[in-house]
Nanobody, 125 residues
Framework: VQLQASGGGLVQAGDSLRLSCAAS?????????VGWFRQGPGREREFVAS?????????DDEDSVRGRFTIFRESFENVVYLQIDNLKPEDTAVYYC?????????????????WGQGTLVTVSS
């Protein structure tokens, strides 16, 4: 199984983007959680959001994320999306998707076993 993150690009502040995380090599995306992380310039990788197999979503509690990020999946697709609205320059980062076998809310990158290659989001002011 491989994960492929896509949808990044160069955008202006205030724009929206929808990132996709597609699983290949399997007909059923059966992990416990799929999460999105990001790593900005000079920063450590940080948790953004995750969605569990039952559809429950969890978001980072930082004000920088709350209310602007939405994680969701289409039930008929092996794809998990991250919608980012009202983008800000501080959202500039490489965004990674990852899958974890663990159930429940999973925040720690160490609990994710499978990682995609990342997609770069650059937000200009």
């Amino acid at each position: 199984v491989q994960l492929q993150a896509s949808g990044g690009g160069l955008v202006q502040a205030g724009d929206s983007l929808r990132l996709s995380c597609a699983a290949s090599g399997t007909t059923r995306f059966s992990y416990g959680n799929v999460g999105w992380f990001r790593q900005g310039p000079g920063r450590e990788r940080e948790f953004v959001a995750s969605i569990a197999r039952n559809g429950m979503s969890t978001y980072d509690d930082e004000d920088s994320v709350r209310g602007r990020f939405t994680i969701f999946r289409e039930s008929f697709e092996n794809v998990v999306y991250l919608q980012i609205d009202n983008l800000k320059p501080e959202d500039t980062a490489v965004y990674y998707c990852a899958a974890s076998l663990k159930m429940g809310s999973v925040y720690d990158a160490k609990d994710y076993e499978l990682w995609g290659q990342g997609t770069l989001v650059t937000v200009s002011s």
